[in-house]
């Protein structure tokens, strides 16, 4: 599949591919679309015809074929050959898949082939995607969307650019690919192409866990979980780095990552901000390991939020706000290398799965409305949440079409009371005034139309919450992870493993989220591991002061974005207005995140005009890790 970005090059962990039926036609869809950037690889079906085409490396993919089936698991995942293997041979139907995917540990897409049927899928967190496009008539599944653009011919879709610009976008919005003809395959489902190569349908293979455990027996399945998927990183020993801010998060994954065989470097980066305890908490943590490397950089050194927006050219097939903290994730990378370090470990995720959504008290006032009471006074004075706003969300029981419906109508209006999205479906989203009215219709549009058949990610808005926030920044990490696998230390964010996030969903929200303690549920599965006084800490830091700081220091950057707007060519938004806002970073309607919608698209669009180079090498056709003896015929 021609790649429009085959300058900027693969790195180690950075595996993606496409996946075809075993036909002939499709075959001549393969090679009229193979990938041309170095390093191209090819798996085959039995017959010698395409399977995957792609990129990976050899420890990201085990395969096994058996009888009439053959799987193959792309990923982080410490799956044995023989194992899979054992699966292959007792597979009599596609949808058994379900029950290895949700057993699994890791981060991984599972391929299955039957009897000419395929199923493809990813993970539950939506750090791994599925999309698919009829390509020539043929059904072609992909873990980029962008791949599946460039085989059709397809630009960006200008209603989807106007729908980016919301901030923030809402399900099932997010979700949708950035070009006409590519269909994206929910999280939750995975995609079953029949034998004929034409037809496809979805099978759901992954729910939520009902809530029902106690945080002291959930605990100790917590720890299981993320040691587990710690481990899956760390057993081939050598060097991993891991972040240690001396958050709870981190924390814990360093200290899961020392019990390991691995040696560990821990990364700290401190604050710019006097108030910033991070470091004090960081060598407090790395005083209990004096097997650790702690390498603490200059927090001055350090780049800010919005820093190198024009250099940006990674392979991105949507916007992400990650661009915007690009330098920041990367820049210590380098160094890390350098100390020997093939895979980075981060704490993201813990705030998404060990603490939860507030909204969860919208049914419990219901349920146990005197301990709902009682938990409500608490947040009320923690978020200072006004009484009337508070009684407002709590009284709102909008269905979520009608809550979307509802935001569709009011995307110029007063931001509402922050409680409102707290308590509520999700935070409304808004355009601001930059947006063009051409924007604001289509996006109006977008929104109205998926009101009419939209459903909850989960029937309780406290877990539909948490589900949208975990897929809405895990499509985040999705990115940077390709990033950093390209600056050449892959990151991995072990929060976000399927299996991690089952056992923290499984505990009963009233004990995982409330104002009296701080994620008491990971505090509670780290006894023993994390030691106690590194379990105290009630808070974390913000960098506030790193966003202010680059709002004013790259206003230069801001200027030569919009001095030549993508967006403004395209009618989307006002570019003398936006250049305006850039001569005044300090200006006092520019707070939060307010630009990082619309920098966001600005910055891809220019990322897919990037010139490209032409191809430089041929695939070349491998059978990495399999049980089968015989070499595939090459294409």
Known sequence: MADSHQSKGPGPGDAHFAVFPDRVDAAAVARSCSFSRPGTRILTHD????????????????????????????????VDPAELRRHAG?????????????????SFHLVGALDGQLRVQGTASGLRLVFHAAVDGIQVAATSADVLADALGAGPDMAQLAVRLLWPVPHPLFEAPMFPGVTAVSPQDALIVAADGRTVRRSRWWTPPEPIRSLADGAPVVREALAAAVDA???????????????????????????SSARVVASTWPGRDPADTDLHWAEQAAGFLPDLEHVIWDADDSPLVYT?????????????????????????????????????????????????SEAYYHRL??????????????????????????????????????????????????????????LGWDVAPRLFDWVSPEAERLAGEALRAAAGQATPLHRDRGLHTDLAQIRSCTRIIRQWDRMAARAGVPMASPFFDDRVIEACLAVRPAERVTPWRYKPLLAAAMQGVVPEVCLRRGNKAEASMDASNGLREHRGDLMALWEDSRLERLGLVDGDALRRLARRPS??????????????????????ARTTEPRTTEPRTTEPRTTDNAVPPAL
């Open 233 to 259: 990183r760390t057993r081939q020993g050598g060097v991993v780095s891991c972040d240690l801010s001396g958050g709870l998060d981190s924390t814990s994954i360093c200290f899961l990552a020392a019990r």
């Open 90 to 106: 007792k597979l009599r139907d596609l949808v058994e898949l379900d029950q290895l995917a949700r057993t699994l540990p890791g």
């Open 365 to 422: 006032l219901r349920t146990r409305p005197l301990f709902a009471l009682r938990q409500l006074r608490g947040f009320r004075a923690l978020w200072e949440w006004p009484l009337g706003a508070t009684a407002r969300a709590l009284a709102d029981s909008r269905s979520y079409g009608t809550w979307l419906a509802d935001a569709g109508r009011g995307l110029r209006g007063a931001p509402p009371p922050s409680v409102a999205g707290s």
């Open 47 to 78: 017959s010698g015809r395409p399977w995957l085409v792609g990129h990976w490396n050899d420890d990201e993919i085990v395969t096994a074929r058996a009888g009439r089936a053959a799987l193959t698991v792309v990923g982080c995942c410490p």
């Open 308 to 356: 190198d927006l024009l250099d940006i050219d990674d392979l991105l097939d949507e916007p992400t706000i990650g661009v915007m903290d690009r330098s920041r994730v990367l820049h210590h990378l380098p160094g890390l290398a350098e100390r020997g370090s093939r895979l980075h470990l981060t704490g993201i995720g813990g705030d998404h799965v060990a603490w939860c």
């Open 587 to 608: 200006a006092p309607g520019l707070r939060d995140a307010i630009l990082y919608s619309t920098i966001a698209c600005e910055v891809w669009l220019r990322s897919l």
